[in-house]
């Protein structure tokens, strides 16, 4: 299973980018990356995933590293409802999400 | 799209007894997975089906047990409640895992 680490905690203030890291060092070469969040008292919450490129949508954009050992999530706007634990996943050849304990993002006004 | 809708939401159970949780998946998926989640834990996966069929289980004994029905509905059945088995239960629907997965808000269950 390929193992991710994330910060435990991260903090960020209002209309500020927001960069989120993880490593995925032992990630194989077809896993897809995906990003997920959870707000607080919610079931999770799909955001990005990508395989090798950049990816964009409309709530965030995913900076996949060349060799694939790492990515990062960018918020490029923090809003006080972004405040949420952000999980990072490697889908492990199309199986089932194996979540860890994720990133806690905290925003101030 | 309706989402997944979990029920009931809450639910108190005593030691030793049976609980069955259910789960509408968003319409057109045909994959749906249960997660088991901890206070201040991620979601640790508890089993997968796929078109009816178990696909993929995670490390739960079997007293932890699921059905998938035709029109992609589906139950967690939890025999012998344990006090550890207190815990936020997830469901979350698919049409393909790299289309994204679909959560509902969850079944709080407590154990007493």
């Known amino acids: 299973d390929a193992k991710t680490t994330q910060p435990n905690s991260m903090e960020s203030n209002e209309e500020e980018p927001v960069h989120l890291p993880c490593n995925h060092s032992?990630?194989?070469?077809?896993?897809?990356i995906h990003w997920y969040r959870q707000l607080p008292s919610q079931g999770p919450e799909y955001v990005i995933h990508g395989l090798t490129s950049n990816v964009n949508n409309r709530m965030a954009s995913l900076a996949i590293a060349e060799d694939r050992k790492s990515s990062t999530l960018i918020l490029h706007r923090a809003t006080l409802r972004d405040a949420a634990v952000y999980y990072c996943?490697?889908?492990?050849?199309?199986?089932?999400?194996?979540f860890g304990k994720g990133t806690t993002l905290s925003v101030s006004s | 799209e309706t989402g997944v809708t979990q029920s009931p939401t809450h639910l108190i159970k005593t030691r030793g007894q049976q609980v069955t949780l259910r789960c509408s998946s968003q319409?057109?998926?045909?994959?749906v997975s249960w997660y088991q989640q901890a206070l201040g834990q991620g979601p640790q996966f508890i089993f997968q089906y796929y078109r009816e069929e178990e696909n993929g289980r995670g490390n739960f004994p079997p007293r932890f047990s699921g059905l998938q029905f035709p029109n992609y509905s589906s139950e967690l059945n939890v025999n012998a409640l344990e006090l550890d088995d207190s815990a936020l239960y997830l469901c979350?629907?698919?049409?393909?895992?790299?289309?994204?997965?679909?959560f509902g808000s969850g079944t709080r269950l407590t154990v007493v």
């Open positions: 979350a629907s698919s049409s393909y895992l790299r289309y994204g997965y679909t």
């Open positions: 032992t990630i194989s070469g077809t896993d897809y």
């Open positions: 996943i490697p889908d492990q050849a199309g199986t089932a999400l194996i």
């Open positions: 319409s057109g998926h045909n994959t």
